[in-house]
T-cell receptor
Framework: DGGITQSPKYLFRKEGQNVTLSCEQN?????MYWYRQDPGQGLRLIYY???????QKGDIAEGYSVSREKKESFPLTVTSAQKNPTAFYLC????????????FGPGTRLTVL | KQEVTQIPAALSVPEGENLVLNCSFT??????LQWFRQDPGKGLTSLLL?????REQTSGRLNASLDKSSGRSTLYIAASQPGDSATYLC??????????FGKGNQVVVIP
C-alpha cells in the first residue's frame, strides 16, 4: 500500500526536552511538508522540502528543525525553544509540478506536560 | 499574503439535503485549489483538486467549482448523509507550491 505514515500517534514531552516526529512516504514524491494544527485555526506551514538535502522555512519555523537526507523521510524536531508546542502535527507530500496535489499522513498529537 | 476564508465555521443540515460550502481567497494568482475532509483526530483526505485553468471538478456526489477572478470556490455535496459529517477544509496553492488553508467548515448531518 502506498501512503504516508507518521509516528508516534501520540507523544508526550516534558518542558525543556527535544522530540522528533517521524514522517515516511512510499509514494515516490519529491516534495514533503510539515504543518501544525491548533483548535480554531487553519493549518500553518512549518517547513517544506522540494528535493533531497534541501528545505525551506514556512510561516512558523521558529523552534523547529528538519532534515531531508532521504527522499522517503522528512523528520521534524520540536526543540525546547518552541514556546507552545502542544498541537496536532501533520505531514504531507506531493509530486512537483503544477498539479501539486498534497496527500496527508494521519498526524501526531504532541502534548507538553 | 494569501488569505483563505470559509464561512460559516459550523453548520447542521438534515439528511438528504444538499450541502453548499463556500471558500474565498484574496489573491487570484493560484496554481490550484484543493478541498479536503478531516474527521476528528485524523489526517486530511483529499476530495477534489481544481487546476487554475479549470472551472469545476466532480467526483461522485461531490462537485467543486472555481471562479479564480472573483476568488471563490464552492463545494457541493448532493443528498447529504450522516457519514458526511466532518470538517471540510479549502486550500489554495500559490508561490513555491505552498498551500494556504482556510479554518474549515464543521458539518453535522442530522439523521
Amino acid at each position: 500500500d502506498g501512503g504516508i505514515t507518521q509516528s508516534p500517534k501520540y507523544l508526550f514531552r516534558k518542558e525543556g526536552q527535544n522530540v522528533t516526529l517521524s514522517c515516511e512516504q512510499n509514494l515516490n514524491h519529491d516534495a514533503m511538508y510539515w504543518y501544525r494544527q491548533d483548535p480554531g485555526q487553519g493549518l500553518r506551514l512549518i517547513y517544506y522540502s522540494q528535493i533531497v538535502n534541501d528545505f525551506q522555512k514556512g510561516d512558523i519555523a521558529e523552534g523547529y528543525s528538519v532534515s531531508r537526507e532521504k527522499k522517503e523521510s522528512f523528520p521534524l524536531t520540536v526543540t525546547s525553544a518552541q514556546k507552545n508546542p502542544t498541537a496536532f502535527y501533520l505531514c504531507a507530500s506531493s509530486i512537483q509540478g503544477a498539479r501539486n496535489e498534497q496527500f496527508f499522513g494521519p498526524g501526531t498529537r504532541l502534548t507538553v506536560l | 499574503k494569501q488569505e483563505v476564508t470559509q464561512i460559516p465555521a459550523a453548520l447542521s443540515v438534515p439528511e438528504g439535503e444538499n450541502l453548499v460550502l463556500n471558500c474565498s481567497f484574496t489573491d487570484s494568482a493560484i496554481y490550484n485549489l484543493q478541498w479536503f475532509r478531516q474527521d476528528p483526530g485524523k489526517g486530511l483526505t483529499s476530495l477534489l483538486l481544481i487546476q487554475s485553468s479549470q472551472r469545476e471538478q466532480t467526483s461522485g456526489r461531490l462537485n467543486a467549482s472555481l471562479d479564480k477572478s472573483s476568488g471563490r470556490s464552492t463545494l457541493y455535496i448532493a443528498a447529504s448523509q450522516p457519514g458526511d459529517s466532518a470538517t471540510y477544509l479549502c486550500a489554495v496553492s500559490y508561490v513555491n507550491n505552498r498551500l494556504a488553508f482556510g479554518k474549515g467548515n464543521q458539518v453535522v448531518v442530522i439523521p
